[in-house]
């Protein structure tokens, strides 16, 4: 089960931290990415994380303002969005799905999926 949270409304420049946490992991090499859909549009990749933590990708969109990063415990995963644009705007979603490679982060066939948290970035 994975439950999202930190989503909301905050104003263009501003920043926003999501988290992620997952419960009843029956593995512990699982990897967790983001994903955001924007009204009308399809869904999108954001950022991914290997299970292991050193291992991120990022979307073009969102390199050197987004960082995804996860506790020492590994079961929560964070999504800190800086210097926001409206562009932004979205329903953010975290996924999580076992012995996923660097490379195929970006793909969004996850396993599992959170409920989404909603950020609006304003003009």
């Known amino acids: 089960q994975l439950q999202a949270s930190g989503g909301g409304l905050v104003q263009a420049g501003g920043s926003l931290r999501l988290s992620c946490a997952a419960s009843?992991?029956?593995?512990?090499?699982?990897?967790m990415g983001w994903f955001r859909q924007a009204p009308g549009k399809e869904r999108e990749f954001v950022a991914g994380i290997k299970w292991s933590g050193n291992g991120m990708t990022y979307a073009d969109s969102v390199k050197g303002r987004f960082t995804i990063s996860r506790g020492n415990a590994k079961n929560t995963v964070w999504l800190q969005m800086n210097s926001l644009k409206p562009e932004d705007t979205a329903v953010y979603y975290c996924?999580?799905?076992?012995?996923?490679?660097?490379?195929?982060?970006?793909?969004?066939?996850?396993?599992?999926w959170g409920q989404g948290t909603l950020v609006t970035v304003s003009s």
């Open positions: 009843g992991l029956t593995r512990v090499n699982y990897a």
């Open positions: 996924a999580l799905d076992y012995g996923r490679i660097l490379s195929n982060l970006v793909i969004d066939d996850y396993a599992y």
